[in-house]
């Protein structure tokens, strides 16, 4: 039998070795076995908490999705409601954050999109993480923009945060995050030219 509490430590460890796999090895092969062996723990417990590899997937982008959460909702909730350029930069820093630039969470992030395009469940959560994206930005653009021009320029912000989040990942060296930050922030500024 289980020991009490230990269910929360077990999935943490063994998401942690799920990142630490598809990083060493890549989604495709990090199969089962690597991923217990990582964690130090037989087959059978990643079957007992996560039924199957989609499952500890599922899990595994839980967690990142949980940690992007986090790293915009920290930055925000340190800001006044009335200062929407400030909240579209937090939003901005926060998918740059080092949660989600880091080595393991950038090759996971990537074979979950890949692997989302067969996964129903995955696609579903890649959809909710793409339209919360969007929610945010337009909300806040939504304060100073008219509605289809509020809208436009949340496409346009979430695009190009996808895209230099993407390039930066694809470059193969370390991701420039200031770098990122300050293309996005032009792109921000020229927005909201607009709404004066």
């Known amino acids: 039998m289980p ?11 063994l998401i942690a070795a799920t990142l630490e796999a598809v990083d060493q090895v ?4 990090a199969s089962i076995a690597y991923i217990a062996r990582i964690a130090g723990v037989s087959n059978g417990i990643i079957s007992h908490y996560f039924r199957d590899k989609n499952g500890l997937l599922d899990a595994t982008m839980r967690h990142l999705m949980k940690a992007l959460n986090n790293a915009v909702h920290e930055r925000r909730a340190k800001l006044p409601e009335d200062q929407t350029r400030e909240h579209l930069r937090a939003i901005i820093e926060g998918n740059f954050d080092d949660s989600q630039v880091n080595g393991p969470a950038m090759k996971t992030w990537l074979a ?7 996964q129903p469940a995955l696609r579903r959560l890649q959809r909710i993480n793409d339209l919360r994206l969007y929610s945010n930005l ?4 939504r304060q100073v923009l008219p509605q289809e021009q509020a809208r436009s320029a949340a496409r346009g912000l979430a ?3 996808d895209g230099l989040w993407l390039r930066g990942a694809l470059s193969g060296e ?3 995050t200031q ?3 300050a293309i996005a922030y032009e792109y921000l500024d ?3 030219a607009k709404a004066t």
């Open 190 to 192: 020229l927005q909201l």
């Open 174 to 176: 370390g991701f420039d």
């Open 26 to 29: 890549g989604m495709g092969d």
């Open 112 to 118: 979950f999109w890949a692997t989302s395009m067969h």
């Open 138 to 141: 337009c909300g806040q653009f």
């Open 159 to 161: 695009a190009l945060i």
């Open 179 to 181: 770098q990122a930050i």
């Open 3 to 13: 020991k009490v509490g230990m269910q929360p430590i077990r999935r943490s460890q």
